[in-house]
């Protein structure tokens, strides 16, 4: 059985009446599972059963393993309940009366038991003095929740259970090992069949899959090591057109770029406050350095987890006046990061990371036109990559948490926050204001986007940070001739080659736009006869002189074979040529997924291929 120890946060009482309607009808669901379960096994002890992003879970403690083949049984019972349509009724109870139901094993249950509902009881004696207790009582079955639910058990439109992991209680190994039962559920039975349709499309799509189908990398935990992917010469081609694209985008938005070591001493990260403990679990351990095999250690070096403090150094590597800002700096910088071993996944989560990194330090005054910069390369790649949906998640900080969970600066916050909401609010961008999920630093922009068959991805994330330069004592000379401490804007819209690779090869289901194609043109030759040879390789030689990366395939295998392979290779332009298109200076032309367009001239043919990947056509 996987595991599954991710724990969400508590949610506060505050944070669950955001909770949405499809997350209500979710965590409603997992009230019904228990009572289900509750039903066929009154034993059961139930934990914690949150909404999660792809439906709900609930912890269960239960000596019968249960296994898919339950989940039949399990539904059935559901049915029953759904049907009853039973109503969610809240109760207050005090915190004597929850502590004595607990007892009596009442909670998360259908009738008094001979043992305590021990998790419940422990999850009632951690809620907070003050904080009001509350149960949820659909028909028999009794729980201890904050709720929010939907009105009766008749909402839930659809549901389905989907797997089992396990998971220890709170997530702490030391607790015991419980079963986290998984399921999903809708509105109705449409949205459902979409979604599980979804599912087995993106399966169909899988970028390992077909990562390893076109040769595009190699994963080689042995040698090179988990979550160090190694470009293979067609993924290469992909990364090293998306460094393209960023540089001349950027070139023409005025940044400079730069190039950095990919390690630095110790007190790099302890200026950053990445060290020692802030980041450190995410980091590589040190690399040590002594001056004799049995001395102490001298030095301490860490691979960079991120490029920021680099870059930070190279600010104060020269002299700044307020002539020298917006200084935009940029780099394809690659980083490390030590993610635990069971969570890496392909090209998704990865412990090597090459950035489309970049720090625009500015002045309060230039900040919001940078950052509307920035937000409008986000939408100039949207739209290169036919990305039509997406949000901009914008996280900011909460005033009682300064000092703590946020750096204690209350007007930093106020002015920074303001001027991220008016140029989102301006720029007619699709955002969404989340509290109190601010990074440490400075409030901060997730950019989730959906692939073209609906799945969610978070590519990139965007920060303001107030803090750190400050740290590293960046100053600017201003008019006043005073020093001033830049603003400093994080920001990376193609994410790392890894995830934004990752999520272009489901996204397009490895059929490349010609500007991103591996292999972006073949010339096959209906047989290997010399003189149809020569002008075969005349018509790739003159691609290549132009950068194009041609191919050709002059072997005597039948035609129809060579033109299979160039498909299946999913080479996009295929121009098949004969005795009558050398006689006549044309080519056939094909186009993956199009298929034969016919016989056209030659120049006509090369020239718009050239435009086609110029104009980066989708
Ligand atoms: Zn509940
Ligand atoms: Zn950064």
């Known amino acids: 059985m996987e595991s599954d120890n991710k724990q969400p946060e508590r949610k506060s009482l505050e944070d669950r009446n955001k909770m949405t309607d499809l997350e209500r009808i979710r965590h409603s669901c997992a009230h019904v599972m228990a009572t289900a379960i509750a039903k066929l096994w009154p034993d059961a002890q139930f934990a914690a059963g949150p909404p999660v992003e792809t439906g709900f879970y609930y912890d269960v403690d239960l000596e019968h393993r249960i296994t ?23 109760v207050i109870v005090s915190r004597d009366q929850a502590l004595a139901d607990a007892q009596k094993g009442r909670l998360a249950a259908l009738a008094e038991r001979d043992v305590p509902s021990k998790f419940k009881l422990d999850i009632v004696q951690h809620i907070p003095e003050g904080e009001p207790i509350s149960y949820y009582k659909n028909g028999e079955f009794v729980d201890l929740c904050a709720g929010p639910h939907v009105m009766r058990t008749g909402n839930i439109g659809a549901y389905k259970l989907t797997h089992v992991a396990s998971a220890y209680y709170k997530g702490d190994e030391k607790n015991p090992q419980l079963q986290r039962i998984y399921g999903t559920a809708f509105k109705n039975k449409t949205e459902m069949e979409a979604y599980f349709k979804m599912l087995e499309e993106a399966k169909r799509r899988d970028h390992r899959k077909i990562g390893t189908e076109m040769g595009l990398f190699a994963l080689d935990p042995e040698y090179t090591g988990p979550g160090l992917p190694l470009w293979l010469p067609k993924g290469a081609a992909i990364a090293e057109e998306l460094e393209k694209l960023a ?10 770029r730069v190039k950095t070591p990919h390690l630095a001493k ?81 090209l998704m989560r990865v412990r090597s990371l090459n950035m489309n990194d970049a720090h625009i330090y500015c002045t309060p005054e230039q900040f919001a036109q940078e950052f509307n910069g920035v937000n409008e390369m986000y939408l100039k790649y949207f739209k290169i990559f036919g990305i039509d949906k997406y949000v901009m998640r914008f996280s900011t900080h909460d005033p009682s948490k300064l000092g703590q969970k946020f750096v204690d600066e209350p007007e930093l916050w106020k002015q920074t926050e303001d001027m991220v909401r008016e140029v989102l609010k301006k720029s007619g961008i699709n955002y969404l204001e989340v509290p109190n999920e601010a990074a440490f630093y400075g409030p901060k922009i997730d950019v989730q986007v959906w692939s073209v068959i609906g799945r969610e991805f978070t590519l990139a994330t965007n920060q303001v940070d107030f803090a750190v330069p400050r740290k590293f004592g960046l100053t600017y000379r201003d008019k006043d001739n005073t020093e001033k401490t830049p603003l400093c804007i994080h920001r990376a819209p193609l994410g790392t080659h890894e995830r934004f690779i990752g999520f272009l090869i489901e996204h397009y289901a490895g059929n490349f736009p010609l500007w991103l194609a591996p292999e972006q043109v073949r010339v096959v030759t209906i047989n290997d006869e010399e003189p149809l040879v020569d002008y075969a390789k005349s018509i790739v030689n003159e691609l290549r002189a132009n950068m194009v990366r041609a191919e050709g395939d002059y072997s005597s295998d039948k035609i129809n074979g060579k033109i299979l392979r160039a498909e299946e290779a999913k080479v996009h332009t295929m121009l098949v040529v004969g005795a009558r298109d050398m ?36």
């Open 583 to 618: 006689e006549t200076g044309n080519v056939s032309l094909r186009v993956h997924g199009k298929g034969n367009l016919g016989a056209k001239p030659k120049a006509e043919v090369n020239a718009d291929i050239l435009a086609s990947i110029r104009e980066r056509r989708p």
């Open 266 to 346: 110790e007190k790099m990260y302890l200026t950053s406050g990445h060290l020692p403990l802030l980041y450190a679990d995410s980091m590589f351990p040190p690399m040590e350095l002594k001056e004799a095999a049995d001395s102490e250690v001298v030095e301490r070096y860490y691979l960079k987890a991120m490029n920021c403090p680099h870059h930070h150094r190279i600010f104060a590597a020269e002299p700044r006046s307020y002539r020298d800002l917006p200084l935009r700096l940029a780099e394809y910088g690659t980083c490390y990061r030590y993610e635990q071993s069971g969570e890496l996944i392909g």
């Open 68 to 90: 898919p083949e339950d989940f039949g049984t399990i539904e059935a019972e559901m049915k029953k309940v759904i049907k009853e349509n039973q109503t969610f009724e809240k």
């Open 247 to 256: 540089k001349e985008t950027e070139f023409l938005a005025g940044y400079v």
